[in-house]
């Protein structure tokens, strides 16, 4: 038999899928790359680099333990690694599953080519959908939208469907997933995995390495091996999925999880596909014994179908556009509390501390709290888009970049959205309990203890206002300001000014 070389990437640790999966113990040999440069682009949090890197190890162990030949290799970046692997194996053809990351095809390709090899492509099949099923949908599209490709996907799996019409009569439960808990609420505890020798010397690695990166590394607790994850996985389908739907948006002051999954860094890691989370997901909720409501299996199912699929694509058709996108021209530096989290208000303070802490916060704290600040507040996507990058655990670029630079920061002026998420600490409140315990008064828009995010929405849509008149879904709340008494407007911008002041000086 003719040996086989495979390079496995940080994101590919599967044998379930890809060239990997045909290969045979004793007769492939397996390349795999820590690269320096990744550690150092950023001030990754210590956590995520010890999630990669443990991962990585793990599932390295694991191939030795089944007969294959593993090169593990600690270089200076990935084209650095092909070529000592190819100095090492001269002149061999080296297969890989497609790259997620933008441009990293193209660098591994020529990095093969120079040291005398080749790399042959082949598919990233840790996706439910293909490229061309996608570009099939998206064909003569004037616009991208997520909800008639979740429509679209789902009819032509037959998930959630009774005949052509979706169960339940509704295709999107998303009205039904915004409730906020009462106080007392007891969630259920989460899964922690006690660090094994392989991480608990990555552990001290990191710290050594990177004292400087942002985030706490103590009491880590992620999943690092494909049995882990699945552990994982069976954990939230018991205790969690049930009441995923209703509390989905909701914000819980000193609560990280809720019923929310923490299984994207498991799939983002490749130890868990796509497909078997929401086949196990939906076998779970046809069973009427588990109480699985409509609207949480369908909120789920849409996260992983729908929203993962769809950024995926947007990033793939979208680069390298969408990263240097800046259609609102923000300008204004990164705040230093996002790495700080030194604010006295609420939610940005409590939802960079638990990022701090563990290098998580669901998907309405990063949107509707870190996002919907910077956006308001005028502040560069790109920095933001960098910030993100660096301090989330399940952070990587084709998730990162779209959903920030689009969905978050509007960008690109809506090629995959159609209004921006921008909101008043009134949303907050609603979806929150922050604003009881915060310094500032959520009710007041222009007094001195206002709510900073109220004044900063309202110049957010006056220095904007153009543009929102020819936004359908913008125009009435244009138009509603427009029509303010001048004297209330003016109040309420001189607060939004004087909160912009005391940003630059580091004072809010």
């Not at 205790?239 to 609560?255: I, N, S, T």
């Not at 179908?305 to 680069?319: P, S």
């Not at 960008?411 to 907050?428: Q, R, V």
Request: negative net charge.
């Amino acid at each position: 038999m003719k040996p086989k070389h495979v390079l496995v990437l940080p994101d590919q640790l599967t044998d379930q899928v890809g060239p990997l999966s045909l290969g045979e113990p004793g007769f492939t040999s397996v390349l795999m790359i820590e690269s320096r440069e990744f550690a150092d682009a950023l001030s990754h949090h210590k956590k995520k680099l010890a999630l990669v890197f443990s991962a990585m190890r793990h599932f390295a162990a694991s191939l030795r333990a089944n007969g294959f030949d593993v090169i593990y290799l600690q270089t200076v970046d990935f084209p650095y690694g092909v070529s000592e692997y190819l100095r090492l194996h001269p002149g061999v053809t080296i297969d890989l599953m497609e790259p997620s990351d933008w441009g990293m095809r193209g660098q591994l390709v020529d990095a093969a080519e120079r040291a005398g090899g080749e790399i042959r492509v082949a598919p990233n099949e840790l996706w439910l959908t293909t490229n061309e099923e996608f570009d099939d949908w998206a064909a003569d599209r004037k616009t991208l939208r997520l909800e008639y490709f979740y429509r679209a996907m789902r009819a032509s799996r037959g998930w959630l469907m009774d005949g052509d019409k979706p169960s339940g009569g509704k295709w999107n439960y998303d009205a039904d997933n915004r409730q906020v808990p009462k106080a007392g609420h007891r969630f259920p505890p989460i899964p922690c995995f006690e660090p094994d020798e392989t991480t608990q010397a990555v552990l001290r690695e990191v710290n050594d390495s990177w004292p400087g990166h942002f985030g706490a590394i103590d009491d880590f607790d992620w999943p690092v091996t494909r049995t882990q994850a699945l552990d994982a996985l069976e954990n939230f389908l018991e205790h969690r999925l049930p009441m995923f739907g209703p509390y989905e948006d909701a914000m819980v002051d000193g609560e990280d999880v809720l019923y929310h999954s923490l299984l994207s860094v498991s799939l983002n890691l490749g130890l868990l596909h796509p497909l078997e989370v929401c086949e196990q997901a939906l076998t779970r909720a046809e069973d009427p014994t588990n109480e699985i409501g409509l609207a949480s299996i369908e909120g789920f199912v849409r996260q992983i179908l729908g929203w993962r699929e769809f950024v995926r694509h947007v990033y793939r058709t979208g680069m390298p556009r969408l990263r240097q996108a800046n259609g609102l021209e923000a300008q204004r530096p990164l705040p230093g509390f996002y790495w700080s989290g030194d604010t006295p208000m609420r939610c940005l303070n409590q939802c960079v501390e638990q990022v701090s802490r563990s290098g998580h916060a669901h998907h309405i704290q990063r949107l509707m709290v870190l996002g919907n600040f910077a956006l308001i507040a005028g502040v560069d996507p790109l920095e933001l888009n960098d910030w993100f990058l660096a301090t989330f655990v399940d952070a990587l670029d084709w998730v990162v970049t779209p959903n920030v630079m689009g969905m978050s920061q509007f960008s690109d002026l809506g090629s995959f959205t159609s209004k921006p998420y921008a909101a008043s600490g009134k949303y907050i409140d609603r979806m929150s309990d922050y604003c009881s315990s915060c310094s500032y008064d959520v009710k007041s828009v222009s007094a001195e203890n206002s709510c900073p995010f109220n004044s900063l929405y309202w110049s957010f849509i006056d220095r904007h206002q153009e543009r929102w008149t020819t936004n359908h879904r913008m125009a009435m709340i244009t138009s509603a300001w427009v029509k303010r008494d001048m004297k209330v407007r003016s109040q309420i911008l001189e607060r939004a000014d004087d909160v912009l002041g005391r940003l630059s000086q580091g004072m809010l």
